[in-house]
């Protein structure tokens, strides 16, 4: 566990500078009686919290829980669509930009608050009267990151339809898989994206896709080149919200109706559709947005996550927008055309606030700070990151080469179940230490505990588990009650169990080592090992495989795969395999789930009773010789490789 050495060496620590203090939304001052307050009685804190959202009708009951399902502020009536435009045409923020897109080619679109509040209400009212989407259906959004997928989301959030977000990478048989999953109704999508200056083809896939969704009704599609040719239940995107009115009134909705389904991988067979409702959620977002990013009314926000992944939205969307902040939003890669490209986009926008991936600073890192120095990106004042743990060396770059030694580093872990930050520091009051998350979010329980549920003590390495329910906690997985008990909440008796393995400092710092269960991740990306094994497995010429992901120093794990082909005696061209099981395993998720090697073998080290021993397949991915226990292994041979 060399991640784990290297953060206990890691002592040095940052005060933010007495200038960003001045301002932070949360003063010093006031944080330790908020911390401790909120430990006390996080329902009323979190209640607090809910009071900066719009209500159109009060909640009775603040919280009720039946393990393991809360419900948050029930019998309240809201509206996330409402709340992240109609309350900001009150105000001067009406006229303030929501959204600024940049498009790869350097196109760029402006939103103010009024236009995109507009544009939601024309596609609200199409998706009433054209599409007959009603309160309680699912769609589908697959949709390059532009300004009309966010209109789209807030335009279902308007109307009390349930979004599932897919992200615009994965394959056609991924797509399917989860537009089934949820019944939905409509799939929004596009004809195409563009990547390094390539069209890349969306429609192809959904219409792949939606041949096997029995459910779908419509196919609306956002016509970005004039050749495309629409047919049978597609209809285009612009005509069907062209000659809508461009007012709508919101529908309130009530507190635990569900605002969104996003999938996301588990350690056994197929992707878990992790369920979101509007009130907590949105209180969750609002609040941790306010005050880990210390928005301010000037701020140009830029997180350069897809609005595919949780981070997209909570923190592109939902609360940034419900927080009338402006949301820059970049539909291109990030080294396109040239290493220095996120830099250029920051410094021109005059980005005062960047948040990203560890994956991502790293490869910039090692592109040359002569790309990042040529633009003074004088506007930064705060950087984050999410996505899994920072190396210390990529903190510090991040924090002197970006961030010239001003601006504060907040290291937020959450993930697609939590909704929202749990651990981060609050900039301005937390100091910060390179690797670490440092604190729990007011209201927020962690703990570190061992096998037995006992909280450990410091630097004791242990499972992280929350101890009290939060209001943007998922509710369930959909339409799988049982998974989710199995998943979260029956491993430590009472606690939500994270599937991650962390320590903490002397200080009570949190320090986390990422998935302790056969999850991956990818450029800050979870995939399930089962997932990419099934995939695999589902190729004629292969009788088994295993995957595991050791550690990879741009991309935090890679994916190896090892695979025993079915016809080994006449195997004779051995790259070709190779290839065509990368493109296999591509078709069959998305290229994300690619594997970086594929490792031919005749055997698979097993235990006795049949297990595949995974921990010695990553040693040995690693190039690593194997410590610990090899006793209950079947075979002698560890791996015995073809090539
Ligand atoms: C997993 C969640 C939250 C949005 C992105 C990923 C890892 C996330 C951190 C961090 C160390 C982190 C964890 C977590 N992770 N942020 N700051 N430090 N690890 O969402 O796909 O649901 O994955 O990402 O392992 O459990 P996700």
């Known amino acids: 566990m060399s991640q784990i050495e290297t953060v206990l060496k890691e002592t040095r620590e940052f005060a933010p500078s007495q200038e960003f203090v001045a301002r932070a939304n949360l003063q010093p001052s006031e944080y330790q009686r908020v911390f401790a307050e909120?430990?006390?009685?996080?329902?009323?804190?979190?209640?607090?919290?809910?009071?900066?959202?719009?209500?159109?009708?009060?909640?009775?009951?603040?919280?009720?829980?039946?393990e393991p399902h809360a419900k948050w502020f029930v019998g309240g009536q809201l509206n996330a669509s409402y709340n992240c435009l109609d309350r900001h045409l009150k105000t001067d923020t009406k006229n303030k930009l929501a959204l600024i897109w940049e498009g790869e080619d350097g196109h760029t679109t402006r939103l103010t608050y009024q236009e995109l509040f507009e544009r939601v209400c024309?596609?609200?009212?199409?998706?009433?009267?054209?599409?007959?989407l009603r309160a309680g259906d699912f769609a589908a959004i697959y949709m390059p990151l532009v300004p009309e997928a966010v209109v789209t989301m807030l335009a279902c959030a308007r109307i009390g339809v349930t979004h599932s977000v897919i992200f615009a990478g994965f394959s056609a048989h991924a797509v399917r898989d989860r537009i089934n999953d949820a019944r939905c109704k409509v799939v929004f999508t596009?004809?195409?994206?563009?990547?390094?200056?390539?069209?890349?083809?969306?429609?192809?896939?959904?219409?792949?896709?939606?041949?096997?969704?029995?459910?779908?009704?419509?196919?609306?599609?956002?016509?970005?080149?004039a050749s495309t040719h629409l047919s049978g239940r597609e209809v285009a995107y612009q005509a069907i919200s062209e000659a809508q009115p461009k007012t709508h009134t919101a529908k309130p909705i009530d507190a635990e109706h569900p605002l969104f389904v996003l999938y996301t991988s588990g350690t056994t067979g197929k992707p878990k559709g992790i369920l979101h409702t509007t009130g907590g959620y949105l209180t969750g977002v609002n609040q941790t947005a306010r005050w880990v990013f210390d928005l301010k009314p000037n701020d140009i926000y830029w997180c350069t996550a897809d609005i595919g992944w949780i981070t997209g939205h909570s923190y592109v969307v939902y609360g940034i927008l419900s927080l009338g902040m402006t949301s820059l939003i970049y539909e291109g890669v990030l080294n396109h055309p040239h290493p220095g490209r996120i830099w250029e986009i920051a410094d021109r926008h005059k980005v005062t606030i960047l948040y990203t991936a560890p994956t991502a600073i790293r490869s910039f890192m090692r592109a040359g700070e002569e790309h990042p120095n040529k633009y003074p990106m004088a506007s930064l004042r705060l950087l984050g990151t999410?996505?899994?743990?920072?190396?210390?060396?990529?903190?510090?770059?991040y924090q002197q080469t970006i961030g010239k030694g001003r601006c504060p580093i907040v290291d937020t872990w959450w993930q697609t179940e939590t909704g929202g930050i749990m651990i981060s520091p609050i900039p301005g009051v937390v100091?910060?230490?390179?690797?670490?998350?440092?604190?729990?979010?007011?209201?927020?329980?962690?703990?570190?505990?061992?096998?037995?549920?006992?909280?450990?003590?410091?630097?004791?390495?242990?499972?992280?588990?929350?101890?009290?329910?939060?209001?943007?906690?998922?509710?369930?997985?959909?339409?799988?009650?049982?998974?989710?008990?199995?998943?979260?909440?029956?491993?430590?008796?009472?606690?939500?169990?994270?599937?991650?393995?962390?320590?903490?400092?002397?200080?009570?710092?949190?320090?986390?080592?990422?998935?302790?269960?056969?999850?991956?991740?990818?450029?800050g990306h979870r995939l399930g090992t089962m997932e990419i094994e099934s995939a695999l497995v589902s190729h004629p010429s292969v009788a088994e495989a295993a995957v595991v992901g050791p550690p990879d120093e741009l991309k935090g794990q890679s994916i190896v795969a090892f695979v025993i082909p079915k016809d080994i005696a006449n195997?004779?061209?051995?790259?070709?395999?190779?290839?065509?099981?990368?493109?296999?395993?591509?078709?069959?998720?998305?290229?994300?789930?690619?594997?970086?090697?594929?490792?031919?073998t005749r055997t698979l080290p097993k235990t006795r009773s049949g297990k595949i021993m995974r921990r010695l397949l990553k040693d040995f991915a690693a190039g690593k010789t194997t410590s610990g226990d090899t006793t209950t292994l079947e075979n002698p041979n560890l791996v015995d490789l073809i090539k």
């Open 122 to 132: 024309q596609l609200a009212n199409a998706m009433e009267s054209k599409l007959d």
């Open 190 to 225: 596009a004809d195409e994206t563009y990547r390094k200056g390539q069209p890349l083809n969306l429609i192809s896939i959904v219409r792949q896709a939606v041949a096997e969704c029995p459910g779908v009704q419509h196919t609306v599609v956002l016509t970005r080149n």
């Open 386 to 397: 999410v996505g899994e743990p920072i190396n210390p060396e990529a903190w510090i770059w």
């Open 38 to 66: 909120a430990a006390r009685n996080p329902i009323q804190f979190w209640e607090g919290a809910a009071r900066n959202i719009d209500w159109f009708q009060p909640w009775q009951k603040t919280f009720e829980w039946k």
């Open 431 to 523: 100091p910060t230490k390179p690797g670490s998350a440092t604190k729990p979010f007011p209201g927020i329980l962690a703990d570190i505990v061992d096998e037995n549920g006992k909280s450990c003590g410091p630097n004791e390495g242990g499972y992280l588990v929350i101890k009290h329910p939060w209001p943007s906690m998922a509710r369930t997985i959909l339409g799988d009650p049982d998974r989710f008990r199995d998943a979260y909440w029956t491993r430590f008796p009472g606690m939500y169990f994270t599937g991650d393995g962390a320590h903490k400092d002397a200080q009570g710092y949190f320090w986390i080592k990422g998935r302790v269960d056969d999850v991956i991740n990818v450029s």
């Open 571 to 600: 195997l004779t061209d051995l790259s070709a395999l190779e290839q065509s099981l990368k493109r296999h395993v591509a078709n069959e998720i998305g290229a994300i789930a690619r594997p970086d090697r594929i490792l031919l």
